[in-house]
């Protein structure tokens, strides 16, 4: 009789404790419950941080519920990539406010962030573009310090850029752009990124950045060559020239200068055959077109042919060019309309 007595009591008491964990477990799952709400709502209100903060708690009391906890937990799992990209976006909204580094960094920082984060809980797509914004970034980080004329700073954020993505079009044509700046004269660095640019750019069909890269090439090797003609350096003159013509093979600057510069060496005909191409493309009016009929002219009077020489000359009499091709009718080619 005892012994049954104690047996009854033995499961009451098991029971009561089955009762009481029941009851914690619940009220657990609850707390977890009411957390997760709160986080929604935080993050529904733009209070990102503070949701953030409240997911992670959520996650640790659902592990601690076990399988009670799963379908918690995978919610958690599931907004946190969600919500640390939504933090993302308002700090780079920050820095676009107020475009200093610190607000860019804070931005770069928060969308690596997400991107481990997503990868992390297996949102793949996710992680994947925060990945892209944040090679994106970095180029914008390397602008802010050209801004600057941080220009080593700008070169070595181009290239981690590079490192993330080998065929971002933009970061070569920048380099480029950077290098040039920072060595005006050495050309040939700076070239090779132009022509890395275009090859990409071409490539994935980003015509803008090709197009940018093709006139920012053509436009320094046109400036080098008027510096190396001005230098009576005119071979390397021509060669740089008749590399311009690459980029743009209309270009009326760079025959003008190869007709100048061939001028100098006394390559007559070639003076007058780039003089001609240049006049072709040259969409200007008279006193645009003057300094080119002035090198046709001179390839002319080198050549000994005095009436083209003449009418060149005739065409060149406007602007800063009217004195001196009025000078060469009158008392250098005699020129029968100067003298009448």
């Not at 906890?69 to 909204?93: C, F, M, N, T, W």
């Not at 931005?107 to 944040?134: C, L, P």
Request: overall charge positive; hydrophobic content about 35%.
């Amino acid at each position: 009789m005892k012994l049954f007595k104690k047996c009854i009591t033995a499961v009451v008491v098991s029971l009561f404790l089955i009762g009481a964990v029941s009851n914690v477990e619940a009220q657990d799952k609850r707390t977890a419950i009411k957390t997760y709400n709160k986080a929604l709502e935080s993050a529904q209100n733009g209070q990102l941080e503070q949701a953030i903060n409240l997911f992670n708690q959520v996650m640790t009391q659902a592990e601690n519920l076990g399988e009670e906890g799963k379908d918690i937990l995978e919610r958690s799992q599931k907004k946190l990539p969600q919500v640390h990209y939504q933090l993302a976006l308002q700090k780079y909204k920050a820095f676009q406010s107020d475009q200093k580094l610190e607000k860019l960094d804070a931005a770069i920082s928060q969308f690596r962030n997400t991107k481990d984060m997503a990868a992390k809980y297996n949102d793949q797509r996710r992680a994947k573009k925060a990945e892209g914004i944040v090679t994106k970034l970095m180029y914008s980080k390397a602008l802010v310090y050209y801004k600057q004329q941080n220009y080593q700073d700008a070169l070595a954020t181009l290239d981690k850029v590079i490192e993330r993505n080998a065929n971002y079009a933009k970061a070569y044509y920048q380099k480029g752009i950077v290098m040039k700046k920072v060595d005006s004269k050495n050309i040939d660095d700076a070239i090779a990124q132009f022509d890395k640019a275009i090859e990409i750019a071409e490539k994935l069909g980003e015509n803008g950045t090709a197009t940018r890269a093709k006139e920012s090439a053509h436009d320094q090797l046109v400036y080098q060559g008027a510096q190396d003609i001005s230098n009576e350096n005119f071979e390397r003159a021509t060669n740089l020239l008749n590399q311009a013509l690459k980029y743009d093979s209309t270009s009326p600057d760079a025959y003008f200068r190869l007709a100048e510069a061939h001028n100098n060496l006394q390559n007559w005909q070639q003076a007058a055959n780039n003089a001609k191409k240049g006049l072709d493309y040259e969409k200007g009016g008279k006193t645009e077109k003057a300094k080119i009929y002035f090198e046709l002219a001179t390839a002319y009077k080198g050549l000994g042919q005095k009436e083209n020489a003449c009418s060149a000359f005739s065409n060149a009499a406007y602007g800063s060019f009217k004195s001196p091709a009025e000078h060469q009718m009158e008392y250098e080619l005699k020129c029968e309309s100067a003298t009448n």
